[in-house]
């Protein structure tokens, strides 16, 4: 899911264009997870995805209201939520359209309906993390 799925099936793609007997060693690998058809099945291995994408959300933040010392106020934290968010999402339709060879909307229409709606919550959340922190800070 997101861009860790989007770059692990790129990575699989450029790994295996090269193999000459019709068959991908590396693919075997993402197999149990659940790329290419996995044994717990893409939808299951995207949603595993998501307490650890939650981990990395939370610590990015606080990582970045620290070192760049951002103010509490609500519209600076808003807007280096939704900066981080612009850049992420950019980066992303960047790898399904360049290395995936999709158009956005064949992109958009290949996520799972279930597991998508999730990534779509954290991506909310990844652009409104700032902003929690900044709440969470300011009562203690």
Avoid: W
């Amino acid at each position: 899911g997101g861009l860790g799925g989007l770059a692990h099936r790129a990575a699989l793609s450029a790994v295996c264009r090269g193999d000459r007997r019709g068959r991908c060693p590396v693919r075997d690998v993402g197999v149990h997870l659940g790329a290419g058809g996995g044994r717990l099945g893409e939808r299951v291995a995207e949603l595993i995805e998501m307490p650890f994408m939650f981990v990395v959300i939370l610590l990015g933040a606080r990582f970045i209201a620290r070192k760049y010392a951002l103010p509490l106020r609500t519209p600076v934290r808003l807007a280096a939520g939704f900066l981080a968010l612009g850049l992420s999402l950019a980066a992303e339709v960047v790898l399904a359209v360049v290395l995936q060879d999709q158009s956005i909307a064949d992109y958009i229409a290949s996520r799972d309906p279930v597991s998508g709606s999730v990534y779509l919550a954290m991506l909310a959340l990844f652009a409104l993390m700032p902003l929690i922190l900044a709440r969470v800070e300011s009562t203690r």
